[in-house]
């Protein structure tokens, strides 16, 4: 069992940065792969960047590579998602997930999840 609390949501103008966090407790943080996905209003929950266990590895979904980056700190039991140059179509609310290994991109792949937190970027 691992509980997640994402936080670093809010407002953000188009090309500006924001990083998000996802702090977890519970079980060893280090034994989970990571991921972040995102839902906006009506939509599909969509995966976004996931990290394997040790940060060796990361799977970024094409439309936000060169622009979003995961990262993690296993010291600090705690993933980042670094969105640079956000686009306004990138408002959604942005959870974070973790299973016991990379899982794949559709949600129902994921064990954990946390609760979300909402970013909005303004044109």
């Known amino acids: 069992q691992v509980q997640l609390v994402e936080s670093g949501g809010g407002l953000v103008q188009a090309g500006g940065s924001l990083r998000l966090s996802c702090a977890a407790s519970?079980?060893?943080?280090?034994?989970?792969?990571m991921a972040w996905f995102r839902q906006a209003p009506g939509k599909d929950r969509e995966f976004l960047l996931a990290i394997s266990q040790s940060g060796g590895s990361t799977y970024y979904k094409d439309s936000v590579k060169g622009r979003f980056t995961i990262s993690r700190d296993n010291a600090k039991s705690t993933v980042y998602l670094q969105m640079n140059s956000p686009k306004p179509e990138d408002t959604a609310v942005y959870y974070c997930?973790?299973?016991?290994?990379?899982?794949?991109?559709?949600?129902?792949?994921?064990?954990?999840w946390g609760q979300g937190t909402q970013v909005t970027v303004s044109s």
């Open positions: 997930a973790a299973d016991s290994v990379y899982s794949g991109t559709y949600p129902r792949q994921w064990r954990y």
């Open positions: 519970g079980r060893t943080f280090s034994s989970f792969a």
